[in-house]
């Protein structure tokens, strides 16, 4: 059994998204709000960083040119440290149209895009805190 004990001083999210300015977007609102930030591009690359890094959070785009974003979801959800890690789902269509699969994939959340940077930063907030502001440790 494998057991991990975060000793981070910031709670590290992983952006998945494969579009350079939604990654930039979001990755400098979660930064500037205490945040530390890993990205990847795509699928393969977001199960390979979050095996090295453990994120605390992940928000995932579901069109991404190789894999999947659900079948990604699904594959974090196999890996037992990624069991109540949450995973914000991001995605152009209308959650209807996903509707059970989201559910199926272990998806925590669903935002729909174009998501207001301030919406996304109070989810992330929402599921694993507001960080402490500087000199609150």
Same mark, same amino acid.
């Given at each position: 059994?494998?057991?991990?004990? #975060?000793?981070?001083?910031?709670?590290?999210?992983?952006?998945?998204?494969? #579009?350079?300015?939604?990654?930039?977007?979001? /990755?400098?609102?979660?930064?500037? #709000?205490?945040?530390?930030?890993?990205?990847?591009?795509d699928g393969e690359a977001?199960?390979?960083?979050?095996?090295?890094?453990?994120?605390?959070?992940?928000?995932?785009? =579901? /069109?991404?040119p190789d894999v999947p /974003?659900?079948?990604?979801?699904?594959?974090?959800?196999?890996?037992?440290?990624?069991?109540?890690?949450?995973?914000?789902?991001?995605? !152009?269509?209308? %959650? $209807?149209?996903?509707?059970?699969?989201? %559910?199926?994939?272990?998806?925590?959340?669903?935002? $729909?895009?174009?998501a207001s940077p301030i919406?996304?930063?109070?989810?992330?907030?929402?599921?694993? /805190?507001?960080?402490?502001?500087? !000199?609150? =440790?």
């Open positions: 059994m494998e057991t991990s004990v #975060n000793t981070r001083d910031r709670q590290l999210v992983l952006v998945v998204e494969d #579009n350079a300015h939604e990654r930039e977007i979001y /990755g400098r609102i979660l930064w500037y #709000n205490g945040f530390d930030v890993i990205f990847a591009l977001a199960l390979r960083i979050a095996d090295e890094q453990r994120p605390d959070l992940v928000l995932l785009d =579901l /069109g991404l /974003g659900l079948l990604v979801c699904e594959q974090l959800r196999q890996r037992a440290y990624m069991a109540h890690v949450p995973v914000i789902v991001l995605s !152009g269509m209308a %959650r $209807e149209r996903h509707g059970p699969q989201l %559910r199926r994939a272990g998806c925590t959340q669903y935002l $729909e895009k174009p919406a996304v930063l109070h989810e992330v907030e929402r599921f694993i /805190g507001k960080p402490p502001r500087p !000199g609150q =440790l």
